[in-house]
């Protein structure tokens, strides 16, 4: 089922469900995909989400209640064929250490668990990619396993580093771009997925999946890592 509603002047949003969902995120990446190449003459941008997917379309190539029509339409028609995913699996590596991970420490004591339990518990799971959001890149992933998941900080940090992987009750995430945040900072990627490369702006699609691959120190570093 789905809804449509209006958000604006010339925008839409259309919902797909009430509650976050595993299966949403490819079926909104496949919406939009399809939307964007049937009304591309007609369509500004598109937001996809958790639940929804944001559009904004040209006044002056059609109107509100046209718009909403043949958008209609044209999801009615689309439930009568198969959803073919068009995700991808993207490999991170992690440096999961004390060095990096502010709060590890603490999560350890909380959890009652040691470095090597907590590393696989969060490596070992495949994330999806729910949400593009706060920054440019930064990808909202779920869900992290009920043993490690952890509350947002009451005190946001000032300045968290670029590439910083951290946990926020049951989603993780890593900062492509130092910034401020409350996210509980578990590790650190050597990648850099900062806009100083402008492919990484697509590096990252709802519906995608991602896998944390564990690296020692000496890898972490050889691959340009900072500490």
Not at 160 to 173: M, N, R
Not at 186 to 206: A, M
């Amino acid at each position: 089922m789905h809804r449509i509603i209006p958000a604006g002047e010339n925008s839409i949003i259309i919902y797909f469900g009430d509650q976050i969902d595993p299966s949403l995120p490819e079926k909104i990446a496949f919406t939009a995909n399809q939307l964007k190449q049937e009304f591309n003459h007609v369509i500004i941008d598109m937001i996809p989400s958790y639940i929804s997917l944001h559009i904004s379309y040209h006044l002056t190539k059609t109107t509100h209640q046209n718009f909403c029509q043949q958008v209609e339409k044209y999801l009615n028609q689309l439930k009568k064929s198969s959803i073919k995913p068009d995700s991808k699996l993207t490999q991170i590596p992690v440096y999961y250490h004390f060095d990096v991970g502010f709060d590890l420490a603490r999560l350890l004591k909380e959890k009652q668990l040691n470095l090597e339990n907590f590393i696989n518990i969060h490596s070992s799971k495949i994330y999806q990619v729910y949400a593009i959001g706060f920054s440019p890149a930064f990808a909202f992933l779920a869900s992290v396993d009920k043993k490690i998941c952890a509350p947002r900080l009451a005190t946001p940090r000032i300045k968290i580093p670029a590439g910083s992987l951290g946990i926020a009750d049951s989603q993780t995430a890593i900062y492509p771009s130092a910034s401020s945040g409350g996210w509980n900072i578990i590790g650190r990627t050597p990648l850099d997925l900062s806009l100083t490369h402008t492919e990484n702006l697509k590096k990252f699609n709802i519906g995608d999946k991602v896998k944390f691959c564990s690296i020692g120190k000496d890898e972490y570093l050889a691959n340009g890592g900072s500490l």
